[in-house]
Every structure is written in structure tokens, then in C-alpha cells.
């Protein structure tokens, strides 16, 4: 007979009769302890206070993590600019190369534990983690370490010249690929940095930390502080930043902006966004169907382009919700380290209660909400995969960014609605388009108001691809050669 652990296992997979697969947790080193990461050492908190980091899989605790104070930061940012003016901005930009690319290949070797490591603090699915998170992160590396000595190339007669020390602040969707983002150019770029990972994933930027240490990267030319808000304020406020990046929340975008106005801060900010996914009646229905599902399920649809509007041709309307269903109905939601999972946990309970206060809400607004009849288990952070019909343009779940796996949708009779029906909401970062016409696709594109727009296909991302937002989605670029410019007096 089944144990019972197999047996509740067995139980998740059931919509595929899969047996369990999970990823052995063996090759994840978990120090039970860590402290802050200034000019190349660890460093003990000067608060002497530490936060726990869990796994939102099972609550369970993973390690005690120190909390930054003002003294910390200004200690990091002191490091940040005794690195930058005594040594980084003197070392050749080929030397600096170097180092990013030793960053990139040991993230490569290290890619398995640090996979691991990023599901067990994040909740995501190791298939993601493993699959797209750290190779995209190592692949920023050798993207930006391939730039630093072809910066007069890449900004013909403008003389580009480093900035400084940035200021980076990253949330908790892609822990070690958002730090990827923000270090790589900055490096690339002649910059140093202090970067602050969000409070519940911590641990892949700690272990990028001991990378950066093996790879001997000059004391102070990275540091790493963990805590919360006030330590990511702190950061913001410091005097002695040339430059802050930050991706996470358009609350917190919009007080960074207050911040910073009227000092001399260069700003990158990627804020949230509401993304649609428009299905024309021409469009190959199953592969749109699978790119609906992969752009809000995807992680959990913690994701700032989770396409979490849907917008489908009334013609094709009745089936294209079939096949949704059907789909919804064999995705596999649980364990984040089962290789079959599809849907691992929702990264805090703080940010379960966001999404079960948007699935009332939606109710509540009258639309109709369709859950997937798996089931989850009873320990950890969980959501089905749920979308809404019925809804109306001015319902909030169509309005405001759930960061979940929930999507809205509606329908629409000719181009011009959809565009219309599109472009009404305050965000700006990407959309999605479904059709067999190319010249639908210009028109679309041209017409839509995003950052980014996929045809045919939805949440691709390569490094070499500027990534970013218009109005409350945020502004500045990321990625490619757009992302050296942030870094950059040109
Ligand atoms: P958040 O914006 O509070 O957190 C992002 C990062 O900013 C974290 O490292 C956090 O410690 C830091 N931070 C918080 N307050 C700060 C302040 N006053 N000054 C400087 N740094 C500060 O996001 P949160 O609360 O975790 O999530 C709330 C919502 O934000 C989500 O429901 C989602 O809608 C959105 N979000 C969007 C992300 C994106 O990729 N665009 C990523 C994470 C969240
Ligand atoms: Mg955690």
C-alpha cells in the first residue's frame, strides 16, 4: 500500500496519472544563516536583527536572513564608491568582461542547486526555475559581458561614460534573474553596485553573492543587502546613488519617483501592468490556447506581462473557451518541485489574500468564475487557475493587476474594438496578439499601447530584446542595447 505521503503525491497529479517526480533537495546547500554582503565579505546586520525565509510550498522555514538598517546601506553604498573610484572605473573594460563572463559560466555550472534553491524560497516550479529562470540569468551575463569592451560601438561618437553606483531594487517574481538584469549591464557598464533582493526570496541573490566572491570580482564592486521596505528606502534615499533600478509594485514605483525628484538619480522603474491577449477568428486556436495558458499560469502569474486579459473574436467565442477549460483541467497544481507540476505555490500569503481578494471581488462585480477542479494541497500557498467571463471593461479584475493566476475575458467583434477594449487601462507593458493575417499584426501592433507585443507566441524573452512599459507600467528599458543606456551619461 501507498504511504501516505505518496498517496496525497499521487493525488495532485491526478488529472494526468502521473507519478510523483520531485527534484532531489540534496544539491541545495541552505546556510542556516546569512548576513549581508559588503565590500566582498559577509558581514553581520548592525540592527542584529534577522527575518525568516520560508518556503511558501509548505511554510516550512529555510534560513534566517539579516535585515539591513540605514547604517548597513550607507556602509554598502561607502564600499559601492571606494570600488568604483579606486578600482572598477580604472579597470579596462576587457578585464571587466572577464569577470562577467566567469559570473555567467559559474552560474551555468551551479545552475542545478541554484534552481532548486530558487523554488524551494519562491514556490515556483522547478520546471521554470530550471528551465527558464537560470539559464535566461546566466544568459544576461554573457549577453552584457559580450558589450563591455564595444560600448563606442554601441554609442557611436556619444563618448558613453559610467554613472556611478547604482542603487537596485528587485521583487520577488525572478529573484536571480531580476539581479541578473540589474548586475549584469551595470557591471558591463563600468558601474558598481548595491543591490537589494525582495524579503521572501532572498537566497538566490545570497548565493550569487558566493559566486561573486569565487569569481574574484573586486571587493565593493558588488554588494548585496537584504530586508524589507525601510531597507530598500534607505537605499532610495541614500545621497551618494547615482542611479536606482527598480521592478516591482507601481505604489512603491510611484514613491521611489517622489524620492528621487529634484536629486541628480538617473531612474529605471518596471512597474506592474495588465496585460491583453486579443484571439482573432483566423488565429490557430489550440496554439493560442496554449499561449493564453502559459501567459497567466506561468509562474503562478506573478508575472508584471502576465497576459491576465483575454480578448476573443465573438465568432469563436464558444470554442475557444472550451479548449481554455479543457487545458485548465490538466494543468497539474502543487508541489513546485515535482518535475510535472505546472503551477507551484503563490510566493507569500500575504500575496494569496491579494488574490483571493480580486476572486470575491470579481463575484461580487457579477462575473463568472471558472476554477479548474484540481486538487491542492492543504499545507503551502495555493490558487486553481481560474479565469472569469462576463466581465465588463470596468470591473476591477479587469482593471488592476491580481499578480495571480486569475484572467478576465471578453469579446470583441471587429479590430478597433479590441485595440479600444486594449488600451483602456492605466498600465503600458505588453500585450499579445493571435491571427494569421500579418497585416493584422502590424496594425495591431502599431496600434497598441505596450512596451512590449508578442505575435503568435506570448513570454518570450531573450536578452538581447529591450524589455519595458509605458504610463503606470513604468518607464526606462531593460535588456539588449536599449538596458546600456540606463547605465550610461551618453
Ligand atoms: P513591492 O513593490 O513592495 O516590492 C518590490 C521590492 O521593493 C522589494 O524588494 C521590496 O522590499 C522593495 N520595497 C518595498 N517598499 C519599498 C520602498 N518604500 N522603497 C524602496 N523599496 C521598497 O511589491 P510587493 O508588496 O511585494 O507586491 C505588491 C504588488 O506589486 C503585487 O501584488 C504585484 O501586483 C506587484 N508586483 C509587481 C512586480 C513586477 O514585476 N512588476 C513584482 C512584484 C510585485
Ligand atoms: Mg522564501
Not at 21 to 48: Q, R, T
Not at 86 to 107: G, L, N
Not at 286 to 304: L, R, S
Amino acid at each position: 500500500m501507498a504511504s501516505k505521503k505518496n498517496t496525497i503525491k499521487l493525488q495532485f497529479n491526478s488529472s494526468r496519472n502521473l507519478a510523483p517526480a520531485p527534484e532531489s533537495k540534496s544539491v541545495a546547500k541552505i546556510a542556516d544563516k546569512y548576513d549581508l554582503f559588503i565590500n566582498g565579505k559577509f558581514e553581520k546586520p548592525s540592527s542584529k536583527k534577522y527575518f525568516n525565509t520560508i518556503n511558501p510550498a509548505n511554510e516550512e522555514k529555510l534560513s534566517s536572513i539579516a535585515e539591513g538598517n540605514g547604517a548597513d546601506v550607507n556602509k554598502a553604498v561607502v564600499a559601492a564608491r571606494n570600488a568604483y573610484e579606486k578600482i572598477w572605473k580604472k579597470t579596462s573594460a576587457k578585464e571587466r568582461s572577464k569577470y562577467i563572463y566567469r559570473i555567467a559560466r559559474m552560474i551555468q555550472e551551479r545552475a542545478r542547486e541554484l534552481a532548486v534553491i530558487e523554488t524551494l524560497d519562491g514556490g515556483k516550479s522547478i520546471r521554470e526555475s530550471r528551465d527558464f529562470d537560470v539559464p535566461t540569468a546566466a544568459n544576461h551575463f554573457f549577453y552584457y559581458a559580450g558589450w563591455a569592451d564595444k560600448l563606442e560601438y554601441a554609442f557611436p561618437n556619444r563618448k558613453p561614460q559610467s554613472l556611478g553606483v547604482a542603487g537596485q531594487i528587485i521583487p520577488w517574481n525572478f529573484p536571480l534573474l531580476m539581479a541578473a538584469w540589474k548586475i549584469a549591464p551595470a557591471l558591463a557598464t563600468g558601474n558598481t553596485v548595491v543591490l537589494k533582493p525582495a524579503e521572501t526570496t532572498p537566497l538566490t541573490a545570497l548565493k550569487l553573492a558566493e559566486i561573486i566572491q569565487e569569481a574574484d570580482l573586486p571587493p565593493g564592486v558588488v554588494n548585496i543587502i537584504t530586508g524589507a521596505g525601510a531597507t530598500g528606502a534607505a537605499l532610495v534615499n541614500h545621497p551618494d546613488i547615482n542611479k536606482i533600478a527598480f521592478t516591482g509594485s507601481t505604489d512603491v514605483g510611484k514613491i521611489i519617483q517622489k524620492a528621487i525628484a529634484g536629486t541628480n538619480k538617473k531612474a529605471t522603474l518596471e512597474l506592474g501592468g495588465k496585460a491583453a491577449n486579443i484571439i482573432f477568428d483566423d488565429a490557430p486556436l489550440d496554439q493560442a490556447v496554449e499561449g493564453v495558458i502559459n501567459g497567466i499560469f506561468f509562474n503562478q502569474g506573478h508575472v508584471c506581462c502576465a497576459g491576465s486579459r483575454l480578448f476573443v473574436q465573438e465568432s469563436v467565442y464558444k470554442i475557444v473557451l472550451q479548449k481554455l477549460k479543457d487545458r485548465m483541467e490538466s494543468l497539474i497544481v502543487g508541489d513546485p518541485l515535482d518535475k510535472n507540476t505546472d503551477i507551484g505555490a503563490i510566493n507569500s500569503k500575504q500575496q494569496l489574500d491579494v488574490i483571493q481578494k480580486y476572486l470575491k471581488i470579481g463575484q461580487q462585480e457579477g462575473a463568472d468564475m471558472f476554477q479548474s477542479s484540481c486538487n491542492i494541497p492543504k499545507k503551502g500557498f495555493y490558487c486553481r487557475p481560474t479565469i472569469f467571463t462576463n466581465v465588463a471593461q470596468s470591473n476591477r479584475i479587469a482593471q488592476e493587476e491580481i499578480f495571480g493566476p486569475v484572467l478576465a475575458i471578453q469579446t470583441f467583434r471587429t479590430e478597433d474594438e479590441a485595440i479600444e477594449k486594449a488600451n483602456n487601462t492605466p498600465f503600458g507593458l505588453s500585450a499579445g496578439v493571435w491571427t494569421d493575417k500579418g497585416s493584422k499584426i502590424f496594425n495591431m501592433t502599431s496600434k497598441l499601447r505596450a512596451g512590449v507585443i508578442w505575435a503568435n507566441t506570448y513570454n518570450k524573452f531573450d536578452p538581447t530584446s529591450p524589455f519595458g512599459g509605458y504610463k503606470e507600467s513604468g518607464f526606462g528599458r531593460e535588456g539588449g542595447l536599449h538596458g546600456l543606456e540606463g547605465y550610461l551619461k551618453v
